[in-house]
């Protein structure tokens, strides 16, 4: 099925897709008027490529993401360091759990491909399910491990024929989106999938 994406300060990088594979990126008009039956998707904000996030094995293996019913005990905030190993030496079930839940944090921060060398199966399946490309892990890293590393790291544009990766933040350009972070996300897009979108 065809589905056009647009965004509102984007107008000109509007992005087609048929199921998991772009078909075009172009201004919105000229898809709109070559595909008239696609499903459209509009947007605040800017479109944008996605991010890349190095900090997969830190963020996936190293820290807790709390349980929602866990927010009285541990409250809702990733948990590091020794309070983290502690949890997972009580209950390595723990890990899986968690991992599932920060590959969700990393969706709704624009996230769509992550780095670094994930040791364990727990963190490797949840990646692999979300369908979260793996790459290389830059030489030089952005700073602390962070959900939003600083400065972003935004993959090469989508292309027609490759695959349909890409997110939105509410953001008035890039500039703007260095600025206020990658918490501004309000879609994430993987292989054709609505994977993540802000309420």
């Known amino acids: 099925m065809l589905t056009l994406h647009v965004a509102e300060h984007t107008p000109e990088a509007a992005i087609l897709i048929d199921g998991p594979t772009v078909v075009a990126v172009a201004p919105y008009e000229r898809l ?3 595909a008239p039956q696609a499903r459209v998707r509009r947007w605040p904000g800017i479109l944008t490529p996605g991010l890349l996030n190095p900090y997969a094995p830190e963020l996936l293996e190293s820290t807790y993401h709390p349980d929602p019913r866990e927010a009285a005990e541990l409250g809702t905030e990733p948990i590091t360091g020794e309070r983290a190993r502690q949890l997972f030496r009580t209950d390595p079930a723990r890990l899986g759990a968690s991992a599932r839940r920060g590959v969700q944090r990393l969706l709704a921060h624009g ?5 670094g060398e994930l040791r364990s ?14 790459g290389r892990r830059p030489d030089r890293l952005p700073g ?3 959900l939003s590393p600083t400065p972003l790291i935004l993959l090469p544009a989508p292309a027609p024929g490759g695959p349909a990766r890409f997110a ?3 953001v ?3 500039a703007d989106l260095v600025r206020r972070g990658a918490g501004t996300c309000v879609a994430t897009v993987i292989g054709g999938r609505l994977v993540y979108r802000a309420r």
Do not use: E, K, Q, S
């Not at 996230?111 to 780095?115: E, G, L, P, R």
């Not at 199966?121 to 793996?134: P, Y």
């Open 172 to 174: 008035a350009d890039r």
């Open 168 to 170: 939105v933040f509410d």
């Open 111 to 115: 996230t769509v491909a992550v780095a």
């Open 144 to 146: 602390p491990a962070a």
């Open 121 to 134: 199966r727990a963190a490797t399946d949840a990646v692999r399910r979300a369908g979260l490309a793996v």
């Open 32 to 34: 709109a008027a070559a």
